[in-house]
Every structure is written in structure tokens, then in C-alpha cells.
């Protein structure tokens, strides 16, 4: 596609509930970030891939978390027994090469509200 | 650790210029800049590599100074289309991941 497209758009879950948020990065962008940005905030970094490889998780705040890229393409972020504090916008970025050191070309994000 | 940025928000009227810190305690490989409207995704203005280039975007530049690890952000005679969130970014290291910092709220008014 021509650009980062991420799904869904929106979404609603009753705390306790499971959820997957998916990005489907530029074609033949090496490199895939997610971020979370709560409400006025900026985005702060959950994880990295490059290609399927997940080179830095360190942002992830859980064990509840979890991303992954399995064919080095889509990925998928899944948050397990949603809390309040998980009410976010999702955003998803790629890049062309491994690592930024150029644009980072973002997803429209995924805004996930916790009840 | 995340970047500093200044000011927190301002508001200018059209044709006014503006200028947005953002600083940080680590040495800096490179500074991005972008700008994110309310419920849109940000959008790239520009990366500054260590070297301490200063780039131009129409009436957009901006500066790095390493040995400081400041950049700022200049908008020259300002238009109704720049209001939005201004965040910078930050790499420590090439092909890192970005840092970004808490974000600078312009509102450009008539």
C-alpha cells in the first residue's frame, strides 16, 4: 500500500480483555516501530523490529505486551487482560532501512479505550 | 530518557515567527523533527545528523548544536496550516531507535 496502514482504528474493551492491534508497514520497509501516546503526550517507544527480528522490547510495560513480526512484514501488538492505564493511541512506524537515522513514516494509530 | 522540549505551548498570529527548543542530558547522534495535527498521525519535517547542519523547509529550518545536544525549530512567518504539535526526537546512536520528547502545542490564529 502507499502507506502505513494500521487497524483497527478503534477499539473498545472491557478491562481483563484480550486485544491485537495490526500494522501493515510500507512494502519493503525493513523496519517496524511501535509507540504508545496517551492522551497530549508524545510517543514513547514499546518496540522494534527489523525484519521478524524484535532487536529492542524494552519499551514494552508489561509482560502483557507482546508484539510480534513473524514474516518480517505485518505485525501485530497484542495487550493481554487490558487495563485502564493500557487507553492509548497505538502508533506504528516504519522505515526503509534497519534502524531510523531517516524518516519514520507513521500509521494513522489504533485508539484503544479500556472500560 | 526522553528529550526536553520549550515551550510547552504558544500561540501566534499569522505571519509571526516562532522558535521551539528541545534539549537533551545525553549526546545526541541525530535530531527529528516532527508535527502532528489533533487525531493524525506525525508527520516528518526533518532529521539533523551530528554535524551540526542547520536544514530548511520553506519557512521551516532548524539547528542542532551537539556539544550542546540542543536543536531548535524556526518558523518564519507563520500560517494557519502550522498549528498542530511540534515533538522532537532523539538517537543516541545511528540506526537506533527515536526518543521522543513531551511535545510543543503551536496555535497559529487570524
Known amino acids: 500500500g502507499a502507506g502505513v496502514s494500521q487497524s483497527p482504528r478503534y477499539k473498545v474493551a472491557k478491562r481483563g480483555q484480550d486485544v491485537a492491534l495490526r500494522c501493515d508497514p510500507i512494502s519493503g520497509h525493513v523496519s517496524l516501530f511501535w509507540y504508545q501516546q496517551a492522551l497530549g503526550q508524545g510517543p514513547e517507544f514499546l518496540t522494534y523490529f527489523q525484519n521478524e527480528a524484535q532487536l529492542d522490547k524494552s519499551g514494552l510495560p508489561s509482560d502483557r505486551f507482546f508484539a510480534e513480526r513473524p514474516e518480517g512484514s505485518v505485525s501485530t501488538l497484542k495487550i493481554q487482560r487490558t487495563q485502564q492505564e493500557d487507553s492509548a493511541v497505538y502508533l506504528c512506524a516504519s522505515t526503509r532501512a534497519g534502524g531510523v537515522t531517516g524518516e519514520l513514516f507513521f500509521g494513522e494509530g489504533s485508539r484503544l479505550t479500556v472500560l | 530518557q526522553q528529550p526536553v522540549q520549550s515551550p510547552q505551548a504558544v500561540i501566534l498570529r499569522e505571519g509571526e515567527d516562532a522558535v521551539i527548543n528541545c534539549s537533551s542530558s545525553?549526546?545526541?547522534?541525530?535530531v527529528h523533527w516532527y508535527r502532528q495535527k489533533h487525531g493524525e498521525a506525525p508527520v516528518f519535517l526533518m532529521i539533523l545528523l551530528k554535524g551540526g547542519e542547520q536544514k530548511g523547509h520553506d519557512k521551516i529550518s532548524a539547528s542542532f548544536n551537539e556539544k550542546k545536544q540542543q536543536s531548535s525549530l524556526y518558523l518564519t512567518a507563520s500560517q494557519l496550516s502550522y498549528s498542530g504539535t511540534y515533538f522532537c526526537g532523539t538517537e543516541t546512536t545511528s540506526y537506533d531507535k527515536v526518543i521522543f520528547g513531551p511535545g510543543t502545542s503551536l496555535s497559529v490564529i487570524p
Open positions: 545525553k549526546a545526541l547522534y541525530s
